[in-house]
């Protein structure tokens, strides 16, 4: 494909998706399994990050720090006061912004963000992106509550404000933010619209949250003038007649990114976390977001590449262009001591071309290589291993692709079961009053993961475009995919 051709195609994309026509626009899940709902009455929450085309999306780990009095603190596009502590945490960080997708603390807080479009309108540049949110809660609330009523306060303060997609290929793009906080013992649904917001809690069963809001009337704090604003604007008829979903949401206006699509995509994540009730795991998660809505009417014709409609792992087309750039499995467990509390499953790029990896906080780190990535390819970043992967996969996704699982299957299953090894002598370690050999003994197991990790990487991106030349290329965008990957310096085929 040509450069000028290539071009043309990404115009008409931006065009189509400008006036309706693409399947969806920034979309992204989080969902949360309480106690009663997991299998070993942990808190699970999980996170796909759909973002644009070859956006790369590491992960970064920040330790525990103390701040001098009159420190601020850089945002993506404005400056705050910093406070005199911040937590450590782990945060899966567009390699552009200050904030993050979704990510974890140390004391057992986990967030995700998702877009959704309101009747508020939104502001530019001088405020807060949602990301940033999700980081400034993460640094600053030891609980879901504390967490979420910084992200408040912020949110009141500056609003939330800039291009969300730093007016890339894409153009410029502003939206306002709904979150699941959860800890190892409740988790709290935030939705906003401009710098009102309402919240409700979650202390059993299983919620999800997609870029449509869910609070409509059953909420347990909100902003003081949410309803008389509703009303002043006449969105709705009286206070008791007013229902947030319904009358602050965008269903209508050019700004609506086709509700219907996001409204399937959280019909389907509760509707796996109900058939596995009181039985989800890390493992039956990570298989939700790998989901491409299989076994419905809206599964995929010839591969997950070619769905017409969102689904949790997310692939991109003409059709629907954003991809799923990271996902999360948070696995936060109240009864355990502080270094095995929290328990960050990450995986880069499309989960179902990709495996999980498991980290811990308090001691532990983060390979540094694990933070790089920009907007072009690079040869030495986990991520961009991870995402050539699953661009290699969306070729011929049923030739290629089982060949992945087979190997991320097994890693995955060996992960899990030296987990168990692990923790045990961890805790015993703990027990024994020698916590610095159970930082050792998890970092070892980190190390290990990720060492193996790389191998396996560096095997697929050997064998697979060798099996892709006896195979053939099957994907029907593949003149889309592959002007991509060139634009972008990523090695196909």
Known sequence: MTSKRFAVSLRIVVFASLIGFVATARPCDTWVAMRDATADHSVILVKNSDRPPMEAQPLVQVLHQKHDAGERVKCT????????????????????????????????????????????????GDGLLGMDLVRLGLERGKTAYEAMHVMIDLLVKYGQSGDCERAGEWGKANYHNSFIIADPQQAWVLETAGKYWVAKTIKNGVYSISNIYSIERDWDEAHPKLVQHAVEMGWTKSAKDFNFARDYGDYWGKDSKNPGGMQIRRNMTLACLRRDFAQVTPASMMQISRS????????????????????????????????????VVAHLRAEMPPLLRGVYWASFSNPCCNVFKPFYLHGPTLPPAYAKGSSTYCADSPWWWANRVKLLCDLNYSALAPTVRGVFDQTERWEMDRQATVEAEALRQIKAGNEVEAVRVLQQFTDDNCQRVEKEYRMLNEILPATLKTVGTQFVFADYMKGWASAKGVPLP
């Open 77 to 124: 596009y404005i400056e705050i006061p910093q406070v005199a502590e911040t937590y450590e945490h782990i945060g899966s960080k567009i390699w552009w912004s200050f904030g993050y997708e979704h990510g974890m603390n140390e004391y057992g807080v986990a967030i995700g963000n998702e877009a959704v479009w309101s009747k508020e309108p939104v502001q530019w």
């Open 292 to 327: 491409h809505l299989e076994g419905t009417i809206t599964e995929p014709r010839w591969g997950a590449a070619e769905t017409f409609w969102p689904t949790p792992c997310m692939h991109d087309s003409p059709q629907s262009p954003y991809h799923t750039a990271a996902s």
